[in-house]
Every structure is written in C-alpha cells, then in structure tokens.
C-alpha cells in the first residue's frame, strides 16, 4: 500500500517538497565539506603525515561518503559543480603539495578525487537507480518517486518540474552527446552503475566545453590515441578527452573498467593504489607528471631551479613553462620525456642504456602481474585475451627498438606507472609490436582495486627507479654545469 505524499516529510533533517529543488542544500553543503576538510587536514597533527595515497582516501571516504546523501539532491548546474570542485581542489593541492598552477584535472585525477560534476551525477544517478529498482514498493521515496515519473511528458522531454525530470532532462542531453543512459546489469551493480554513468557524464561535458556547444560530438572519432608528447596538459588532454572513452567501445561499460583505463582520468591513478610504495618513488612520479615544472621541485629539480619558500605570483607564472635544458643543443624544456627519451648529454645518454634493460625486465613483470590479476579475479570474460596477450608481450619483447616513437611512448609510460590501451597504437604498427600486446592485455584486464595492489606495487616503485636513475643523473649534470634556469621563447612553450 504505497504511503501518500504530504509536505512536512522530514529527511534526515532537511524538508523534502514535493519537487525535491533544495536549492538551499547547497548552501548547507560546502560549509560541512569545508569544515571536515579543516577538521580532518588542516588542524589534525595526525594526519598531517600520513602519504599522498591515505590522506586522498581519508578525504574520499570522510567527506564525500558523508555527504553522499546530500550530494544527490543537489541541483545539476555548473555553479554546483564549480562550488564543490573548489572545496576538493583547494584540498587536494595542499594534500600532495602540488604546483599552484598545475592543471585542475590533473589534481582531481591523481588525487583520485572526483570532480564535483561525478560526484553529484553519480549520488543523483545511483539514487535515481536505486528507487526505481527498489522492490519496497510501499516505502515513501520509492512511491514518490513512482508517482513523479508517472507524470505526463511534454512533447521535448519533461516539465523539469520535479527532480525526476531534472534527472531524466539531464540524461537526455547528455544521449545527444553521445552517453547512453544507464542500465544496470543487474540489481547489485546501481552503484558501479552510476560511477561508471558519473565518469561518462564528465568526459562528455567537458568535450562538450573545450570544442564548442555546437559541435557535434557523436560525429567526432570516438578513438583519438593520445601523441607521443608528454607535458602536463598533454596528459590531461589525451586522459580527459581522448582514449580514456575507450572504456565504451571495450564492452565494459556499466560494469568496471579496464586497467587500460586505471590512469588519470580514467578510473583513478596507479599511484593511489599502492601499498607497498615509498614516499619518494610517489613523489617523484605525481611531479614528473606535470611536465616541466616538476624541475622546480625536489627530487629532480637542479638546486638553481628550485622554487623558493616564498614564491611570488610573477614567479610561478614565469617558470610555468619550464627551463630550457642546458645539457643538449635541443632548445626545448626540459622535463620528464627528454629527461628519459631526448637529451643527447654524454652522461645522460650513458644512464640510458642500463635503463632500458631495466625497462624490458619491467615490461616483463607487468605482463606478468597483469595477467595474473585477472586470474586471480576470475572473471571470465578476457582471461584467455589476457593470457594470450600476455604471451605476446614475451614474445615480441626481444626484438622491441626502444629508439622508435612506440619505444619512446612505452619507455616513458612504462617509467611513469600510466597505463595504455591498444588503441595508442597506430593500427599499421601493432603486428608484432610489444607495446601494442601490453596494451591490449591492459585493455583486457578488469579486476576490482584490490587484486591490482601487486602490479600497482611492482609498476610504481620499477618506474621510479628507472625514472630516478636517469633523472639523478640528469640533475646532477646540471647542477655541475652551473646553468641557471632559462626560460623558454614563447614559441617553444608547452602551455599555449
Ligand atoms: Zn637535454
């Protein structure tokens, strides 16, 4: 007997009308996010030395779990999103100690913290599942919410009248940019749903913002594979907006991603799942992800080019482009790829050729924990593509050319722990091609964060080693020249 409507609903504290438009809820949001965050970061010795990875889960699981149910009710406007995205970002910056100016995106992703558009699509979307798919009938919300999607259409969608059709208007727009709604498999996946549903609605907005409202995005490849550049904002052009909706096309959709995926952008970076770690190869790997201005920070930063203490504005705009490297007659600034691919300094050069039967040995390993995750994990579908790829990666591997643009982009992801689908990889260039096998076996490979603490462990603390080795010696090169730090021309810049 479904119970009937009436206007003094309370839940848990706040008054629910009949639209369900609790504009003020937002008003009530931030202060409670802002004060667990002081609470929690800002006063608390005790966490105050805790690594990157616990705080970055501290906060997820504090403040965004007990805020989840507020989260949902919270309108779908960009000004929402903005509100909660400053209280996350302002955190996350001072969580891992990042560059002021480093990209946004970068610091939702390697913080693994969701962008304040996931977070209230995801609680909105798993909540919308959850009273539709509901067997209580009876129960208040799920009547109300029976009632409300009985309503009459208009001819162009709903009313927008209610919070039902403002989650039905809010899904239809984003099928004209290409995100099918979503469908659960089954009644325990709502919540996978919503988060796979939740990263989908992001990248789609965000296209939709960097290309222009009138484009049409479902006429746009969905496959663009990210160039074989490697600056801060590269990253999260190729992560945000380019392979990472591959996840689509792999059939994975709804259920959980891919390791392929498991990379800023994607579903959270590797370096949040380790266990095993130390704090220095994390470090070294969230900065030398920045791009150039990594060297102006420990450990790979010359002692010259070290920030200040006290840094002006002027001086992080001016450095926001890096240094030209003095080692070499390149011109071009330097950071982590020329550090590993480029730079032709005798000593540098040298460092290299260990490093890259370093690298074959990591390339091993990874094939080797990777597959073995998805055994582990038994899921089905892929074991035997796993396998096989595996296999493949063993196979090419003693006729790989580190020297070719596939060697240099799979040395540097190799060394920076960012994982790759096969889609990387040019079509033409995949037939034998040991990069083009790890790839897909990433692409087949689709285990919960726990089966992956292994390769994570493997992967993060291998590629700091290596990137470490070469960098050090980089570094110390530089600081026996006595160069000081010299700005790139505008044309040579990396953030135009
Ligand atoms: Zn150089």
């Known amino acids: 007997m479904p119970v009937a409507w009436v206007n003094s609903y309370i839940y848990l504290g706040y008054p629910l009308v009949q639209s369900l438009s609790m504009v003020s809820l937002k008003d009530q949001l931030r202060p409670r996010m802002t004060a667990a965050h002081a609470r929690l970061f800002a006063y608390n010795g005790a966490t105050q030395h805790l690594n990157q990875t616990a705080r970055a889960q501290l906060f997820k699981t504090y403040v965004t779990a007990s805020v989840g149910y507020l989260l949902a009710f919270l309108p779908l ?24 100016y480093s990209p946004t995106a970068l610091l939702h992703v390697e913080a693994a913290a969701p962008s304040g558009v996931a977070l209230v699509v995801r609680a909105r979307v798993q909540l919308a599942l959850s009273l539709q798919n ?20 208009k001819v162009h969608g709903r009313s927008g009248a209610s919070w039902v059709d403002d989650t039905y208007n809010f899904i239809t727009t984003l099928v004209s940019l290409g995100v099918p709604p979503p469908r659960p498999s089954s009644p325990f996946a709502l919540k996978s ?40 904002r590269q990253y999260v052009a190729d992560d945000m907006f380019g392979y990472s909706l591959d996840s689509n ?27 095993t770690t130390s704090q220095h190869a994390v470090t070294l790997l969230a900065r030398a992800r920045l791009g150039p201005t990594c060297l102006t920070m420990a450990p790979l930063g010359p002692t010259l080019w070290l920030r200040p ?87 090419f591997s003693p006729s790989l050319n580190w020297d070719t ?50 390769l994570a462990d493997a992967w993060v603390t291998g590629g700091a080693r290596i990137l470490d080795t ?13 160069a000081p730090p010299r700005t790139p021309p505008p044309a040579l810049s990396h953030f135009r």
């Not at 907005?205 to 600056?231: N, Q, V």
């Not at 959709?253 to 952008?265: I, M, Q, V």
């Not at 960098?471 to 090169?477: E, H, K, Q």
């Open 77 to 100: 406007e960009p000004s929402v999103f903005a509100s909660l995205d400053s209280t996350t970002r302002a955190f996350t910056r001072r969580c891992l100690d990042y560059f002021i």
């Open 134 to 153: 509901s067997t209580a009938t009876a129960s208040p919300a799920v009547a109300v919410y029976a009632k409300l999607a009985a309503l009459p259409c």
């Open 193 to 232: 749903t919503a988060k796979a549903y939740a990263r989908a609605a992001t990248y789609a907005l965000l296209r939709a913002e960097e290309r222009g409202a009138h484009i049409d995005l479902r006429a746009a490849p969905s496959i663009s594979g990210p160039t074989l550049s490697a600056t801060a």
């Open 249 to 275: 096309d792999l059939g994975h959709f709804g259920a959980a991603s891919p390791l392929s995926a498991r990379c800023p952008g994607g579903s959270g970076s590797l370096l949040t799942k380790t266990l």
């Open 309 to 395: 203490l006290v840094c002006s504005v002027d001086w992080y705009k001016g450095t926001a482009h890096g240094f030209i490297c003095p080692l070499c007659p390149s011109g071009a600034a330097a950071d982590a790829w020329h550090i590993l691919n480029v730079c032709s300094h005798p000593a540098v050069a040298a460092a290299r050729v260990p490093a890259r039967v370093s690298l074959a040995d990591l390339l091993a390993r990874i094939a080797l924990l990777a597959a073995t995750a998805q055994t582990l994990n038994s899921l089905p579908a892929g074991r035997v593509r796993a396998r096989a790829a595996a296999l493949d990666v063993a196979a």
């Open 405 to 454: 643009p596939v060697g240099l982009f799979l040395a540097y992801r190799l060394c920076l722990a960012m994982p790759f689908p096969e889609s990387c990889i040019a079509a033409n260039e995949r037939l034998g091609c040991s990069a083009a096998a790890l790839g897909r076996l990433l692409d087949s490979v689709c285990v919960r964060d726990h089966a992956l603490r292994a």
């Open 470 to 482: 070469i960098g050090g010696c980089w570094r110390d090169a530089v600081n026996a020249s006595g």
